[in-house]
Structures are given as structure tokens and as C-alpha cells.
């Protein structure tokens, strides 16, 4: 069992409301390309070891990328952290057969309280949540996240993230599109997830928020690598991507 050095995390709201956190369960498993494939890449990117070692998965949604982690690796212990509680129970519920081994801790990605260094989490995992923060969020948090790994340890992100210019924007919207009609006609033999997603309105680069505080600001992909390298971490890459949708991170040093 691995000591629990945590502290207690703040759950202030995250501008993410219950009706979204249903939405996303229900369309989630259309409207993440090849979400199967990202999941098994990101699992593969965790530093293998045989050694108990601890992984935190940072709005963690139903448990999905947590219980892959588990599956793969029995000594890991993951700890799935989300605002809603909607997806903690989810999670847990789903998760409820690996007992001690998976716990949720409710929290707020924007807070600082739950950053510590004093975790030496061997992967720090997250799926479609960073984009939610503007630049400089982005570019503190890897700092505060790389100080959170052991050495050796590695962060792996799957985010959305900002096209460099209009050409690129329009083929990650008709990109993402065809990804979800092909989901959805593979999983349903029919393209009715793709009607609801486009009703709702889902894919940002089609239809961009226009507000002046906008809740979705994901972040150019080459900005983010640079943010990574200059948080400290090393051999940063890009592992996939796919319809304005990417895989990146990198590994801490295993002596800084």
C-alpha cells in the first residue's frame, strides 16, 4: 500500500455543470476519435515498473482511462480526480472492483492546493480538460504537474488544441465530424449520435465560443511542447493526433 501524502483539495466550480457531465456521457464514446486507440497509447506510455507505484488522473470523467491503467498495471494505485460529482460516482462505481486501489478526490483544476510536490506520482494522465485553461494556466500547471512526478515519472496529456491558422481550423472541424459520423455508424449503424452531436453543437471549431470570458481556449500544440520542455521534462513528443485532438507530454529526469 502507498503511503497517501494528500492534501485536502478544494472543490470550487469549474464553469462545468451536471447536464454537461450527462452530455458527455452519453456522447463521450462518439465524440473522442479513435477513443480506444488513445486510451491503449496512453496506457503504453506509463514507465513500466514492478515496483507499486501511484497515478493520478486529472479529470478523470466515468473512470475510463483510470480503469485501463488498473487493468494493465497491478501495482498501480490511480487516483481519479474530477469537479463533478456526477463523473466521481461513475467512477467510483465502476472502479468499486479494484477496492483501495482506486480512490476520487473532488477538486478544481485552476486551484493550487492540491498541487504537491510531495506526491511523486510515477504518470500524471489527463483526457480533454487542460484546453479549459488560458495560456498561462496551461504553462503553470505543467510546472506545478512536473513537480509532482518522481523522477523518471511521466506526464501524458490527450487534449484539444488550437490550430495554427484558418486552414487548419476548418480540417480539425470537418475532421472531427467525419471522426464521430464513422463512431457512431461502427458502434450504432447509424449516424443518430452524429445528428445529437452536431444539435449540441460540440465541435468548437465549428462553432467557437464567442463569449468574452470563453470556457473552451485550448492552446497551440507547439507552445505547449515548448511549456513542457521549460517545466523540465525531457524526450517531450507528440505520440498522436487526430482531428484537432492530440497525445503529448514527456518524462522528468530521473536526476534533475
Known amino acids: 500500500m502507498i503511503d497517501d501524502p494528500w492534501p485536502a483539495a478544494s472543490a470550487r466550480p469549474s464553469g462545468w455543470s451536471e447536464h454537461d457531465?450527462?452530455?458527455?456521457?452519453?456522447?463521450?464514446?462518439?465524440?473522442?476519435?479513435?477513443?480506444?486507440?488513445?486510451i491503449r497509447i496512453i496506457c503504453s506510455l506509463v514507465p513500466a515498473g514492478d515496483?507499486?507505484?501511484r497515478a493520478l488522473d486529472l479529470c478523470c470523467g466515468e473512470g475510463l482511462l483510470s480503469e485501463a491503467?488498473?487493468?494493465?498495471?497491478?501495482?498501480a494505485t490511480v487516483t481519479g480526480m474530477d469537479a463533478s460529482p456526477t463523473m466521481l460516482a461513475r467512477a467510483s462505481a465502476r472502479l468499486a472492483r479494484y477496492g483501495m486501489r482506486f480512490h476520487t478526490i473532488r477538486f478544481d483544476l485552476t486551484?493550487?492546493?492540491?498541487?504537491?510536490?510531495?506526491?511523486?506520482?510515477?504518470?500524471?494522465?489527463?483526457s480533454l480538460a487542460i484546453h479549459h485553461l488560458d495560456d498561462h494556466?496551461?504553462?503553470?500547471?505543467?510546472?506545478?504537474?512536473?513537480?509532482?512526478?518522481a523522477p523518471g515519472g511521466a506526464l501524458i496529456i490527450a487534449d484539444l488544441v488550437q490550430p495554427a491558422d484558418a486552414r487548419g481550423v476548418a480540417l480539425a472541424a470537418d475532421e472531427w465530424d467525419?471522426?464521430?459520423?464513422?463512431?457512431?455508424?461502427?458502434?450504432?449503424?447509424?449516424?443518430?449520435?452524429?445528428?445529437?452531436?452536431?444539435?449540441?453543437?460540440?465541435?468548437?471549431?465549428?462553432?467557437?465560443?464567442?463569449?468574452?470570458?470563453?470556457?473552451?481556449?485550448?492552446s497551440r500544440l507547439h507552445d505547449q511542447l515548448l511549456w513542457l520542455g521549460e517545466a523540465g521534462l525531457v524526450g517531450v513528443d507528440v505520440?498522436?493526433?487526430?482531428?484537432?485532438?492530440?497525445?503529448?507530454?514527456?518524462?522528468r529526469p530521473k536526476s534533475d
Open 21 to 38: 457531465s450527462q452530455t458527455f456521457i452519453d456522447l463521450g464514446r462518439y465524440a473522442v476519435p479513435d477513443r480506444e486507440a488513445q
Open 111 to 126: 486551484a493550487r492546493d492540491w498541487r504537491d510536490p510531495g506526491i511523486h506520482a510515477r504518470a500524471i494522465v489527463s
Open 178 to 218: 467525419i471522426a464521430v459520423r464513422e463512431r457512431a455508424m461502427m458502434l450504432d449503424g447509424c449516424d443518430d449520435a452524429f445528428k445529437q452531436f452536431e444539435r449540441e453543437q460540440w465541435n468548437m471549431y465549428r462553432y467557437p465560443d464567442t463569449d468574452p470570458e470563453p470556457y473552451d481556449t485550448p
Open 239 to 251: 505520440y498522436w493526433m487526430r482531428a484537432g485532438h492530440a497525445i503529448f507530454g514527456g518524462i
Open 137 to 149: 494556466g496551461k504553462r503553470m500547471l505543467y510546472r506545478d504537474l512536473v513537480a509532482m512526478l
Open 51 to 53: 515496483e507499486p507505484f
Open 69 to 75: 491503467i488498473l487493468a494493465r498495471y497491478a501495482h
